[in-house]
Each structure stands twice: as C-alpha cells, then as structure tokens.
C-alpha cells in the first residue's frame, strides 16, 4: 500500500522522512516544485526526494492538524483543477493524520496513505 511519512513547510516545500517507492512514484508525478534549481540541500532532506505542495492542499494540511484526527483527502473535483494538469489525469484518496511539528525547522510531518487511484 502507498505509504509515507511527509514533511511539509509552510511555503509548500515537501520531503519524504519515509516511504515506499509507490507513494513517492506517485505523489512526485503530481507535486513536483515549481523551480526545484532555487532549493537548497535542507529542502531536499536527507534522502533527497522533494514536492511542491499547492495552496489548497496546505490549508487542508493546516485544517487536518487543527482536527487532530485522520482525514479523507480526496483529490477529484474542480476545486484542484489549477494543479491536476501534472497529475497524468488521475484523481487520488488519501488518509493524512498530523504526526508533529519540528521544533527547529518549523516543518510539519504527516502520515499518508493512498487508498486509491
């Protein structure tokens, strides 16, 4: 099953802590930075895989750590029309849960699983 623990900072930049090579196959056909050349070392981490999370998905990120709870993120309608042109036409659903913040970098770890494609 596409699993990973994700860290996200507030400006959209992703890096995988850990995952397995289907979630990041995935995700990195969607989620590519827009200018990955201006990233430094820190935002590529340690295993040098790296995303560009968009606005709308950040505040769903942002609403999934006030809820505490997992959440069902579902990426199929218009709402995320603006972005989806990268994602080969394919629509996803995904279970996130907010894990915790660093206390020295400020970036978000969260726990996704894709539950389809």
């Given at each position: 099953?596409?699993?990973?623990?994700l860290?996200v900072?507030?400006?959209?930049m992703?890096?995988?802590?850990?995952s397995?090579d289907?979630l990041r196959?995935?995700?990195?056909?969607?989620?590519?930075?827009?200018n990955?050349?201006a990233?430094?070392?820190?935002?590529l981490?340690?295993?040098g895989?790296?995303?560009?999370?968009?606005?709308p998905?950040?505040?769903?990120?942002?609403d999934i750590?006030?809820?505490?709870?997992?959440e069902r993120?579902?990426?199929?309608d218009?709402k995320?029309?603006?972005?989806?042109?990268n994602?080969?036409?394919?629509?996803?659903?995904?279970?996130?849960?907010?894990?915790?913040?660093?206390g020295?970098?400020?970036r978000?770890?969260?726990?996704?699983?894709?539950?389809?494609d």
């Amino acid at each position: 099953m596409p699993a990973g623990v994700l860290e996200v900072s507030g400006d959209g930049m992703g890096c995988y802590i850990r995952s397995n090579d289907v979630l990041r196959r995935f995700l990195n056909a969607w989620f590519s930075p827009s200018n990955p050349e201006a990233m430094t070392e820190n935002d590529l981490g340690v295993a040098g895989f790296h995303l560009g999370i968009p606005d709308p998905i950040l505040q769903i990120l942002t609403d999934i750590k006030e809820k505490g709870t997992w959440e069902r993120l579902e990426i199929k309608d218009d709402k995320y029309r603006a972005f989806r042109e990268n994602m080969l036409g394919k629509d996803g659903t995904f279970f996130v849960h907010y894990l915790a913040e660093d206390g020295i970098t400020g970036r978000e770890a969260y726990l996704v699983v894709e539950i389809s494609d």
